[in-house]
């Protein structure tokens, strides 16, 4: 009844940029936190940035300076604007979305279905 639809990945050279979108769509009566997560081949998913209803925003250390959250409540997306991409950017990128459904009490987390990135040296 909730589905998140990722877009954006692909291949790109260090240095480069890429965005990635993710749209909510569904019973959706509230979105609360959003953000996105990525996980590298051998390695635990970890979080990337995160970004609240009022647009406050966290990143991983690794990534401040260079990855940007932001988030369009009309429309229920979240975007991560990755810029000076590094190999070590490398993996595959989900979305995370907190959503209360209509006619029910408790918020849900939510995933995408994830989207490659690849950073090549």
């Known amino acids: 009844q909730v589905q998140l639809v990722e877009s954006g990945g692909g291949l790109v050279q260090a240095g480069g940029s890429l965005r990635l979108s993710c749209a909510a769509s569904?019973?959706?009566?509230?979105?609360?936190?959003m953000g996105w997560y990525r996980q590298a081949p051998g390695s635990q998913r970890e979080l990337v940035a995160t970004i609240t209803r009022s647009s406050s925003t966290n990143y991983a250390d690794s990534v401040k300076g260079r990855l940007t959250i932001s988030r369009d409540n009309a429309k229920n997306t979240v975007d991560l604007q990755m810029n000076t991409l590094k190999p070590e950017d490398t993996g595959v990128y989900y979305c995370?979305?907190?959503?209360?459904?209509?006619?029910?009490?408790?918020?849900?987390?939510?995933w995408g279905q994830g989207t490659q990135v690849t950073v090549s040296s």
């Open positions: 569904g019973r959706i009566f509230s979105i609360n936190d």
């Open positions: 995370n979305v907190r959503i209360l459904q209509l006619r029910n009490t408790m918020y849900t987390n939510y």
